[in-house]
């Protein structure tokens, strides 16, 4: 009887945990260490622009100077919390903004250490206010690159009567795009494309070896 009764127990947990692990297969799990977590609970929303994308799962006091936050992204937003994401944590919320995060989405497991000065602080609450500019400085930025690889691609058919004219006239040519070059990477660095940056240069540095033969 006892040992039915114990292998009903077992089978049991073992049904328990095969539920939890498809009830949360694919969701991501990271801790938030703040310095203090003040009265968030277990449940609380966890919250980017307008949507929930996850709940709090635990809190814990770790020192005088620091508390953990524990939360659970659903499995649809685990994309939602990047490396260099912004968090406001109050009123029973977790706020997340990506206005002006570049980072890469966050593992499953990683902790990461808020920023908690007023400016980051406001940009986590406020970020929404600021999108549409940022917006704009992106569509701007966007436009420039397009704008530079036409210029590029009509500058491959004048190289020819460039070099004729002689080495002046093609390194003055190469000078003043090389400039609009810098003045575009300078404003994707401004918007946070470090990336885009980074490739607008080996582009054009492409563009100067094949004229340049």
């Known amino acids: 009887m006892f040992r039915k009764l114990l292998a009903l127990i077992v089978l049991a947990a073992l049904v ?3 539920a939890r692990y498809v009830a949360h297969r694919g969701e991501i799990k990271l801790t938030l260490i703040v310095h203090h977590a003040g ?15 996850g709940r709090v799962i635990k809190t814990s006091h770790i020192d005088d100077g620091a508390d953990a936050i524990v939360i659970r992204l659903d499995r649809a937003h685990r994309r939602d919390v990047v490396t260099d994401s912004f968090f406001s944590v109050e009123n029973h919320r977790v706020m997340v903004s990506n206005t ?4 890469k989405p966050v593992e499953d497991g990683a902790v990461l ?3 908690e000065d007023r400016f980051s602080r ?8 600021v999108r549409p500019l940022m917006d704009k400085v992106k569509r701007a930025a966007d436009e420039q690159l397009d704008a530079l690889d036409a210029e590029l691609a009509s500058a491959t058919g004048k190289v020819p009567d460039w070099k004729r004219e002689g080495k002046d006239v093609f390194a003055k040519n190469v000078d003043a795009l090389e400039k609009k070059i810098e003045k575009t990477e300078d404003d994707l ?3 946070k494309r470090f990336g885009d940056a980074e490739q607008l240069r080996k582009r054009f540095d492409r563009w100067l070896a094949e004229v340049g033969r």
């Open 16 to 18: 328990w945990l095969g």
């Open 39 to 53: 009265s968030m609970a277990k449940g609380d929303p966890v919250i980017e622009g307008s949507r929930t994308i």
């Open 100 to 103: 002006f995060a570049v980072g």
């Open 113 to 115: 250490h808020v920023k």
């Open 122 to 129: 406001w940009l986590a609450r406020h970020a929404g206010a």
């Open 189 to 191: 660095k401004r918007s």
